[in-house]
Nanobody, 126 residues
Framework: VQLQAYGGGMVQAGCSLRLSCAAS????????MGWFRQAPGKEREFVAA????????YYTDSVKGRFTISRDSAKNTVFLQMSSLKPEDTAVYYC????????????????????WGKGTLVTVSS
């Protein structure tokens, strides 16, 4: 499985941005797709995830109400719509996918994901 994330850029605080992640290869075996981010000098952290079979979504508290994860199953693409962006959202955003059917409380764990795309940089200026 290959993941290609794109859509990053530089925006001002309060603005919106949409990230996309296109999956290719043996995608039929994937259970969950997610987004993580890593700010300079910080650990990579969970942002959001979507379960492929039913579209259930999961978010870290700091982005609830501002970010929306969605999917286009026909195109094997996952989106992250980011609104009301804040400077603290500045990070490299990574797309990830899991081929393991673990319980949903593991979706925020990096180890749950087998495949990772190259990151896309999001910079939010104040």
């Amino acid at each position: 499985v290959q993941l290609q994330a794109y859509g990053g850029g530089m925006v001002q605080a309060g603005c919106s941005l949409r990230l996309s992640c296109a999956a290719s290869g043996r995608t039929f075996g994937l259970y969950v797709m997610g987004w993580f981010r890593q700010a300079p000098g910080k650990e990579r952290e969970f942002v959001a995830a979507i379960r492929r079979k039913d579209g259930n979504t999961y978010y870290t508290d700091s982005v609830k109400g501002r970010f929306t994860i969605s999917r286009d199953s026909a195109k094997n693409t996952v989106f992250l719509q980011m609104s009301s962006l804040k400077p603290e959202d500045t990070a490299v955003y990574y797309c990830a996918a899991s081929s393991t059917n673990n319980a949903d409380y593991y979706y925020s764990a990096r180890w749950n994901y087998d495949y990772w795309g190259k990151g896309t940089l999001v910079t939010v200026s104040s």
